[in-house]
């Protein structure tokens, strides 16, 4: 009986092993993702688009962020062009014209606008706008209680309660991709002519004529003025009230601004304006983007519509590196970025990529455990004393050898890792070590901690990253940040990496400035300028 | 000697696995099989012995190094004699890493315990069902260390020098450390135990178990 209490007090040593995997993929049959997906809270919403035939048809899907377990599909049947108008997620409220609850807005090429139940894709609302050829292919814009849809050959408001339609507006042009910005007074969007037209809330319109070329962006406005990126024959022109700023590449992308910084994109530049004042070229970087750019903190992710494709991560004006994933092909959608680190991207393969950070410690879950190791220790003490009072040797060796594997197992961890950075700090000399870095990378990284992949078909480098204190740390968000799934297991030594984007190969190992490391990923502390290399064995 | 950082040497494909995992059952099987042994119960009772000590490994790999297998091999060895606790020691492997992991190093390690199993037939540790207890506290601890260093060969690969080497076997002197005081609890805990179990339920053959006279016994 004393032996089996000994045994099971053992065995309550051992943590349950646990596996994190913080990140997922899924195959939208294939339907291009030409718009970002968005996030909203667990949910993740991405709608298909491409050129129908048959029973195909485009979707919009709604996935758990976590497990990627479908929540609901929402299927339009009549949808038989290129759809590319981004969702809208709009919170519950209410309006003049009654209340509404959360939903997604979809506007579609056959002219229609679909308000979705966040909750279970079901259709709220249902309206129709007018059709030449296409319908809606702009971004819609939330004016109050009222969405503001630009439609081919006009505008018209809605209420969100609804879908009642508020506000018609004919305009003569055609628009393509012609989103419409929003303003106290009136609403802006342009056309396939290069007009822009100013549509005050009272009906009446104003226009003014750009350049010859065409609008294709929600017009911009800025601090200096109305910042229209003009794509023409010859290649763009990015004009600000009316006047030419600079002259610029083919196929712009859709602009975008924060705190009147502009970014723009076409296929030959990415370029920054500073627009506070009036706006002055910031920089110019090459780079081929003709899509939605998105802004992350100080990161700017830019579509890559090459036949490599990928994403563009630009930190202030340096490329960092380029986000990649296992199918990557022309990519104009944007990222969606949520919680916990979380984002969502996809290209026209119509693979979608989520990854998010997971957080696998339970707090306060070692002190418990630390506790139990302690009141078994005094337990074995006491009866160890009871043994050495009476001189027993023999049962006292046996207990003094049990106390005395509990805790050598229970601070092996700490044990290992401090003998192994001793080893390490006495067996530190020259090397012949290369940084995994390229001339056009050495700027960012230099001098800052980075993390370097070699998966079989590419390498993932990433740079100038700061504040990381652990490899497993640096890792999960190199990993996150390239969409990169991360699959670990959890032992009582701490974490184990078993496998990037489901490639176990030989097992994995991981390099500290060039040099194997012999601790775990949650022990290895990092520097602010460490390299952390990951290899397959 | 347990890598900390998640790599544990090669895995292998499936037909290299299939190959290794028959090349090992068929060396367990050839070791048990004679023809003067096993009635039923035998049988029995080392299969259930054969799996307790698979699950005692499994149900501690948490406890890195923490090997109970090591003692076990060395008692098996002792007196069931060094065929069958040979085979003891490869189907133990087998079956726990069926559920731990499979790899190249199965190899490394079932050999290794075979070593150790082969080392207690020829060391005398049991004597007239009475386990050796300072022999086999010797042994248990010899035997841990030499374990891990042959197991950890099975990291050795074509790109890792010998200092490399030497130095990732000077890294894992403290699971080292925890595998030897591991062996000699165990030892003390449980060796008689499972001796005990043996004699009670095994008729043992006496062509293969070594019988140590009175006057060759060690103090």
Request: charged share 15%; aromatic share 8%.
């Amino acid at each position: 009986m004393k032996r089996l209490l000994l045994l099971l007090g053992l065995l309550l040593l051992i943590q349950p092993v646990s596996a994190a995997q913080i990140g997922w993929n899924v195959d939208l049959d294939n339907g291009y993702i030409t718009t970002a997906p968005i996030i909203v809270d667990d949910q993740v919403i991405v709608r298909t688009s491409g050129f129908w035939s048959g029973d195909q048809r485009p979707h919009v899907y709604s996935f758990d962020l976590y497990d990627g377990g479908l929540n609901w599909k929402y299927k339009s049947e009549s949808s038989t062009q290129h759809d590319m108008t981004p969702l809208l997620h709009i919170d519950s409220g209410k309006g003049d014209c009654g209340w509404w609850k959360e939903m997604i807005l979809v506007g579609w090429t056959d002219g229609k606008i679909t308000a979705l139940d966040i909750e279970d894709g079901r259709l709220i609302w249902q309206t129709q706008t007018e059709i030449h050829t296409w319908g809606i292919t702009g971004a819609m814009a939330i004016d109050g209680d009222e969405v503001v849809v630009p439609t081919r050959k006009g505008l018209s408001t809605f209420c969100l309660a609804d879908g009642e339609e508020n506000l018609r507006v004919d305009l003569p042009e055609l628009g393509w991709r012609n989103g419409v910005s929003i303003s106290e007074d009136y609403y802006l969007l342009g056309n396939e002519e290069g007009v822009l037209n100013k549509v005050y809330k009272n009906g009446i319109v104003e226009n003014q004529s750009i350049g010859d070329g065409k609008i294709r962006h929600a017009p911009l406005q800025t601090n200096a003025g109305v910042l229209i990126h003009l794509q023409t024959d010859s290649g763009s022109k990015i004009f600000v009230d009316g006047q030419l700023l600079i002259s610029s590449g083919y196929s712009p992308a859709i602009p975008i601004m924060n705190e009147n910084i502009v970014h723009l994109a076409t296929g030959s530049e990415y370029i920054i304006l500073d627009c506070n004042s009036n706006c002055s070229i910031v920089s110019r970087s090459e780079f081929h983007s003709n899509g939605e750019i998105t802004l992350r903190g100080e990161e700017a992710w830019l579509p890559r519509n090459t036949e490599e494709g990928g994403w563009g991560v630009f930190s202030n004006t340096s490329l960092i590196r380029v986000h990649q994933t296992n199918a990557d092909t022309y990519t104009t959608a944007g990222v969606g970025f949520g919680p916990s680190q979380s984002m969502a991207l996809g290209s026209d393969a119509g693979i979608m990529f989520v990854s998010y950070q997971s957080e696998l410690d339970e707090p306060n879950q070692s002190d418990y455990f630390g506790i139990f190791i302690m009141m078994i220790i005094i337990a074995l003490s006491l009866v160890s004393l009871r043994y050495a009072a009476i001189l027993d040797l023999a049962n006292l060796s046996k207990y003094l050898l049990l106390i005395l594997m509990i805790i050598s197992a229970y601070t092996l961890p700490q044990v290992a890792n401090a003998w192994s950075n001793l080893i390490q700090e006495q067996n530190q000399g020259g090397d012949d070590w290369e940084r995994p870095w390229d001339d056009d990378l050495a700027e960012s990284c230099e001098g800052k901690q980075a993390v370097h992949i070699q998966l079989p078909w590419r390498d993932y480098m990433t740079c100038g990253l700061e504040g990381y204190e652990t490899v497993e740390e640096i890792t999960d968000a190199a990993a996150a940040s390239n969409g990169i799934v991360i699959e670990k297991e959890q032992h009582d030594l701490g974490p184990w990496l078993l496998s990037f984007d489901g490639v176990k190969e030989e097992g994995w190992e991981f390099y500290i400035d060039g040099k194997r490391a012999m601790t775990g990923i949650s022990q290895t502390t990092l520097k602010s300028d460490t390299v952390v290399e990951w290899r397959m064995a | 000697m347990v890598l900390t950082d998640g790599v544990h040497g090669p895995t292998l494909a499936p037909v290299e696995s299939l190959v290794l995992n028959t090349v090992l059952i068929g060396a367990a099987f050839l070791l048990l099989c004679r023809p003067n042994t096993s009635a039923k119960k035998e049988i029995l009772v080392l299969s259930i012995i054969t799996l307790a000590a698979a699950a005692s490994r499994v149900l501690l790999e948490p406890l890195a190094n923490v090997q109970p297998l090591t003692m076990m091999c060395l008692v098996m060895g002792g007196v069931l004699g060094a065929r069958r606790g040979m085979a003891f020691a490869l189907m133990a492997t087998l079956l726990s890493n069926a559920i731990l992991s499979n790899g190249w190093w199965t190899l490394f390690q079932a050999t290794g315990w075979a070593a150790a199993a082969f080392a207690g037939s020829k060391l005398a540790l049991v004597i007239d069902g009475e386990i050796q207890m300072k022999r086999l506290l010797l042994s248990a601890a010899v035997a841990s260390v030499l374990f891990d260093w042959w197991v950890s060969l099975s990291v050795w690969h074509s790109g890792m020098g010998l200092g490399e080497f030497a130095l990732y076997l000077l890294n894992g002197l403290p699971f080292d450390a925890l595998h030897v005081i591991a062996s000699l609890t165990f030892s003390v805990w449980l060796a008689q135990h499972l001796a005990d179990l043996i004699h009670q339920q095994v008729s043992l053959d006496l062509n293969e178990n070594p019988v140590v006279s009175p006057d060759v016994r060690p103090n």
